[in-house]
């Protein structure tokens, strides 16, 4: 390539139209605390969403450890998590002074295993904390009938989830609680950002205070909180790419349907499937490398970084094997997330990549196989 392709490469709205939709600051100056476009946003997301209610955050993982710390867990309390996922939704949790208990994920799709959860369950156990991956979504109804047997709260990662629908409800509305990402790599962006979906106006409320340092007036700080807010630039940045969402998703599925179509005959070239069928929004192309293909993953890595293509082993290496857990986890049974850890490549997929890029990494990676 001549030039780099990157795994991702952000959407963005016509540069006039964003520079025209900012000009009302520089009158009010209100750049924050929940200012007139954080509050659009907010209704207009609720709508595309199809949730109860939204609450944006200054960031996906301020989002999740706040949601988390809403519930009130007690200290040192267990959470059941996955580790094949990035690093935010462990230290969300590890952040709010709990114990995560890693689960080991699924073959097809790399979603939680719900057929390994229960054994996990202990008298100190409170909850489970799900991550949507790649836009494939874990077993709900599975992951529901376990929580309501032992009295779990569910709070789902939905940060690659973004416009995804289940049996035509938003996939927001599952769980007790669930969490969106609106970095600038994601399918939908507010440059930075995140959201909790509230389930009604106490929790909403609730979310306020935490990402607001609890402060209900000038004079009344009824709580302890963070500073979670979205700022107006964000706000303005996300109003902007809403109305181009649907053109940018189509442009994802094409590409992701000839990558698809390109690589399903490439022997050790694995596709994942997702294991529950939903809509999808095309969030991502990984593929894992196995044996049959004749190089290993790294391998693999490094021959497209040869030419100019910059693929993300993501996610390597797994959340419970990072080194700031310092080996704690690693007697933990997680052979299936270690297995595609190792396995994974996230090819570039993005709004403008184009034809000709797709077929010429698909062609360094099936002249590559020794298989064929």
């Known amino acids: 390539m001549d030039k780099p392709i990157y795994v991702t490469r952000s959407s963005m709205p016509p540069y006039e139209e964003f520079i025209e939709a900012i000009k009302p600051l520089w009158e009010s100056r209100w750049l924050t605390n929940m200012g007139k476009y954080h509050q659009?946003?907010?209704?207009?997301?609720?709508?595309?969403?199809?949730?109860?209610?939204?609450?944006?955050?200054?960031?996906?993982?301020?989002?999740?450890?706040?949601?988390?710390?809403?519930?009130?867990f007690p200290e040192g309390s267990e959470v059941i998590t996955t580790p094949f996922t990035f690093v935010?939704?462990?230290?969300?949790?590890?952040?709010?002074?709990?114990?995560?208990?890693?689960?080991?994920?699924?073959?097809?799709?790399?979603?939680?295993?719900?057929?390994?959860i229960e054994e996990l369950i202990t008298p100190k156990t409170v909850a489970i904390v799900p991550v949507h991956v790649y836009g494939n979504i874990c077993n709900i109804e599975k992951i529901k009938e376990i929580a309501d047997k032992y009295s779990l709260k569910v709070i789902y990662d939905a940060a690659h989830a973004f416009g995804i629908k289940y049996h035509n409800k938003g996939i927001g509305n599952y769980g007790d609680a669930a969490i969106f990402s609106f970095h600038a790599t994601k399918v939908f962006h507010t440059i930075e950002g995140g959201a909790v979906v509230c389930k009604d106006q106490d929790m909403y409320s609730k979310m306020y205070d935490l990402k607001d340092f609890g402060i209900r007036n000038e004079e009344l700080t009824a709580s302890v909180g963070a500073n979670g807010k979205m700022n107006e630039f964000s706000a303005i940045m996300g109003l902007c790419n809403l109305k181009y969402i649907d053109e940018v998703l189509n442009a994802r599925k094409k590409s992701y349907e000839l990558y698809s179509q390109l690589l399903s005959d490439v022997p050790g070239i694995r596709i994942p499937k997702p294991d529950v069928i939903a809509t999808r929004n095309y969030a991502y192309f990984p593929i894992f490398v196995e044996k049959k293909y004749g190089k290993n993953r790294d391998e693999l890595h490094r021959l497209l970084a040869e030419h100019n293509i910059y693929s993300r082993k993501y996610f390597y290496p797994l959340t419970a094997d990072q080194a700031c857990f310092k080996n704690?986890?690693?007697?933990?049974?997680?052979?299936?997330?270690?297995?595609?850890?190792?396995?994974?490549?996230?090819?570039?997929?993005?709004?403008d990549l184009q034809v000709k890029q797709i077929d010429s990494i698909a062609k360094i990676i099936k002249d590559n196989s020794i298989s064929l």
Do not use: W
């Open 328 to 351: 704690r986890y690693k007697n933990a049974n997680l052979k299936m997330a270690r297995q595609l850890s190792n396995q994974v490549i996230v090819l570039p997929l993005f709004e």
């Open 88 to 116: 935010s939704t462990t230290h969300a949790i590890v952040r709010n002074h709990l114990e995560p208990v890693f689960c080991d994920v699924k073959e097809s799709d790399g979603t939680i295993d719900e057929k390994k």
């Open 40 to 72: 659009q946003l907010e209704k207009e997301l609720q709508d595309y969403l199809d949730v109860p209610l939204i609450s944006l955050t200054v960031n996906g993982h301020t989002a999740l450890e706040l949601v988390i710390q809403s519930f009130g």
